[in-house]
């Protein structure tokens, strides 16, 4: 089991959480999604453009998941129809990650994407989430540099280029080969995060994502990785 730490706090070191309207969401009348969203992400280091949705349901599970995009086609249907399976708690889709980008922008359009649910008791759930293709801007890392070696285990600072108008930025660091991984959401007041001391093993490889996420929830990306000193 991958072991997972994810912060969120109102500090400029730690994560602060993104309530759904900064993302972009306008829920309908009636029962409304407690999580119903659609977002355009990049990786920018590798050229990757994708479509992300996700829906999340009340403690309830969903028996049925509808999306629609804005000229009428349904993007997504699932279904969980037999309720001795207590149905779905939330859902993620991706779509692929094509190099024609105007592709990916034609088949998922601009505009308000409606989100319609059912729990497995019935009840009704609706959502809109509103899609733009424009992407923030990407960050440069400053510390450690790209590929760094001999990084210290201890004390850490993770330093970058700030990028304004965003909501927010997004740090990723992995080992995937000891399941080990770190996400910290920071405001967009911040331009560095303090790794957690005893997280980073000597004579280790890791990965490192920052993201930036604009005021209507898109992402962009970049990546790098860098080495831990040894021990000796």
Not at 130 to 156: C, N, R, Y
Not at 188 to 200: E, I, N, Q, R, T
């Amino acid at each position: 089991m991958k072991k997972q730490i994810t912060l969120f706090a109102a500090t400029a070191v730690i994560a602060v959480a993104i309530s759904p309207t900064q993302n972009g969401v306008a829920q309908s009348a009636g029962a409304r999604f407690p999580d119903a969203v659609v977002r355009f992400e990049q990786n920018a280091s590798d050229g990757d453009v994708e479509v992300v949705f996700e829906a999340g349901g009340t403690s309830e599970g969903l028996s049925k998941l509808v999306v629609r995009s804005p000229d009428g086609r349904v993007v997504i249907d699932c279904s969980s129809p037999d309720g001795s399976t207590l149905g779905i708690r939330s859902f993620r889709f991706e779509s692929p990650e094509p190099t024609d980008v105007a592709a990916l922008k034609a088949a998922y359009p601009e505009g308000v994407y409606t989100f319609m649910g059912m729990t497995v008791s019935g009840t009704e759930l609706h959502g809109e989430s509103s899609l733009s293709h424009e992407l923030p801007a990407t960050v440069s890392f400053l510390q450690p540099a790209e590929e760094s070696e001999d990084v210290s285990t201890e004390g850490l600072k993770i330093t970058w280029s700030p990028v304004k108008g965003l909501a927010a930025y997004i740090v990723e660091i992995e080992q995937e080969e000891l399941h080990l991984s770190i996400t910290a959401t920071l405001p967009a007041s911040a331009a560095s995060f303090v790794v957690p001391d005893g997280f980073l093993l000597p004579d280790t490889e890791y990965n490192l994502s920052i993201g930036t996420q604009s005021e209507v929830g898109n992402q962009s990306f970049v990546e790098t990785s860098f080495e831990t000193a040894s021990d000796d």
